[in-house]
T-cell receptor, first 114, second 115 residues
Framework: AQKITQTQPGMFVQEKEAVTLDCTYDTSDQSYGLFWYKQPSSGEMIFLIYQGSYDEQNATEGRYSLNFQKARKSANLVISASQLGDSAMYFCAIAPYGNNRLAFGKGNQVVVIP | ETGVTQSPTHLIKTRGQQVTLRCSSQSGHNTVSWYQQALGQGPQFIFQYYREEENGRGNFPPRFSGLQFPNYSSELNVNALELDDSALYLC??????????????FGEGSRLTVL
């Protein structure tokens, strides 16, 4: 079984500043993947970044980076240089390696202000 | 745009009724997953279809059922609707031979309200 915990309250971020979204997880699987998705008000889930449990380097995708601390079971998302279009819900998710049946957290609300 | 389309976008049903939601997956994607997202929650995995067969199921009762067609499009059927079934239903497709890369392509969802 897998569990994702996202407990931060809604966040207001100044445009062009960086924001860190916390995610802790629990899993009984030895190999697994961690994901972050963005959900704007339209409802569509947009894939942002992936980290495999055996990846030694932290994943980066453009302005998104993942601060993976395996021993602490945390996978925090860092968004650099926030833009107004980054305003959305952000979900952390986990799946056992070899399948993509994701277990999501409850999400973090981010509002970017000019 | 992900190329995954869902219909209808919104619908209202009453308790006890049945509903069918449809999903057209991205071209070439043979795996379709369905998720239920209640208000203020993260999506929950319902089930997954691979080449027209159910390939994994979450903690949902049998009144949630599905189909996948030869063209890889899919349906989610919910019988005997309950108030708690009110949610956004998300469909996601993925490419053949895909491992654990997170490349799920989601549609914009069907928002179901049960009165």
């Amino acid at each position: 079984a897998q569990k994702i915990t996202q407990t931060q309250p809604g966040m207001f971020v100044q445009e062009k500043e960086a924001v860190t979204l916390d995610c802790t997880y629990d899993t009984s699987d030895q190999s697994y993947g961690l994901f972050w998705y963005k959900q704007p008000s339209s409802g569509e889930m947009i894939f942002l970044i992936y980290q495999g449990s055996y990846d030694e380097q932290n994943a980066t995708e453009g302005r998104y980076s993942l601060n993976f601390q395996k021993a602490r079971k945390s996978a925090n998302l860092v968004i650099s240089a926030s833009q107004l279009g980054d305003s959305a819900m952000y979900f952390c998710a986990i799946a056992p390696y070899g399948n993509n049946r994701l277990a999501f957290g409850k999400g973090n609300q981010v509002v970017v202000i000019p | 745009e992900t190329g995954v389309t869902q219909s209808p976008t919104h619908l209202i049903k009453t308790r006890g009724q049945q509903v069918t939601l449809r999903c057209s997956s991205q071209s070439g994607h043979n795996t379709v997953s369905w998720y239920q997202q209640a208000l203020g929650q993260g999506p929950q995995f319902i089930f997954q279809y691979y080449r027209e067969e159910e390939n994994g199921r979450g903690n949902f009762p049998p009144r949630f059922s599905g189909l996948q067609f030869p063209n890889y499009s899919s349906e989610l059927n919910v019988n005997a609707l309950e108030l708690d079934d009110s949610a956004l239903y998300l469909c996601a497709s993925s490419r053949p031979g895909l491992g654990n890369t997170g490349e799920l392509f989601f549609g914009e969802g069907s928002r179901l309200t049960v009165l």
